[in-house]
């Protein structure tokens, strides 16, 4: 079993800047694909970023070019560093791991979930 836990939400304004933390514990993580996702209010939640073992990454259209998806293995730790934030950005964010050992943005391949973070982006 691996839990997780994620850390790093608040609120910001427009443009500004956050960094998401999750810390897996039960077990190393360092050979499962990590993601993260969000779900806005009254949305369904959707994929944003994730990496793979050997750091491959892939993200949504959404946030290329803002956000950016690293792991720290030695700490057992994926980040999410959000740059440009904007409005439509506000969402409960997830993080997600997955034995599989391929980048997907299906939420559906990820069998452990933390319990979220609220970011929360005024304009």
């Known amino acids: 079993q691996v839990q997780l836990v994620e850390s790093g939400g608040g609120l910001v304004q427009a443009g500004g800047s956050l960094r998401l933390s999750c810390g897996a514990s039960?077990?190393?993580?360092?050979?499962?694909?990590m993601g993260w996702f969000r779900r806005a209010p009254e949305k369904e939640r959707t994929f944003v970023a994730a990496i793979s073992g050997t750091g491959d990454t892939y993200a949504a259209e959404s946030v290329k070019g803002r956000f950016t998806i690293s792991r720290d293995n030695a700490k057992n730790t994926v980040y999410l560093q959000m740059n440009s934030l904007r409005p439509e950005d506000t969402a409960d964010y997830f993080c997600a791991a997955t034995a599989r050992p391929k980048v997907t943005a299906l939420s559906s391949w990820y069998e452990y979930w933390g319990q979220g973070t609220q970011v929360t982006v005024s304009s």
């Open positions: 039960g077990r190393s993580i360092g050979s499962y694909v």
